[in-house]
């Protein structure tokens, strides 16, 4: 059975970093795309950055645009988001998920069918 699972979140002073790691067992990864999202609390779910996983492209909010990274390491089945320069805005439940959504849908929470439990992330000083 597919897993996903986060870790990393913290408390971080605003223009702090943290590093969330996904690690996904029990799926393959071929033609999948791997992706991050933010709920905070009373707000929907937003989409914050996605990988498809064999070209490697990247795909970004452009509230984090230049500030955050997604990045995927194959051999620890596993996708990252490095977070630079945090804002009190990015406080937030951060969820990873798993699909296989066309390219025009790559930022929808319905293209993804596999989602982990979540981390979270405050940014407060």
């Known amino acids: 059975q597919e897993q996903l699972v986060e870790s990393g979140g913290g408390l971080v002073l605003p223009g702090g970093s943290l590093r969330l790691s996904c690690t996904v067992s029990?799926?393959?990864?071929?033609?999948?795309?791997l992706a991050w999202f933010r709920q905070a609390p009373g707000k929907e779910r937003e989409f914050v950055a996605a990988?498809?996983?064999?070209?490697?492209?990247?795909f970004y909010a452009d509230s984090v645009k230049g500030r955050f990274t997604i990045s995927r390491d194959s051999a620890q089945s596993a996708v990252y988001l490095q977070m630079n320069s945090l804002k009190p805005e990015d406080t937030a439940l951060y969820f990873c998920?798993?699909?296989?959504?066309?390219?025009?849908?790559?930022?929808?929470?319905?293209?993804?069918?596999?989602w982990g439990q979540g981390t979270q992330v405050t940014v407060s000083s």
């Open positions: 998920a798993r699909g296989r959504p066309i390219l025009s849908a790559i930022r929808s929470t319905t293209s993804y069918y596999s």
């Open positions: 990988i498809r996983w064999n070209a490697r492209s990247t």
């Open positions: 029990g799926g393959t990864f071929n033609g999948y795309a």
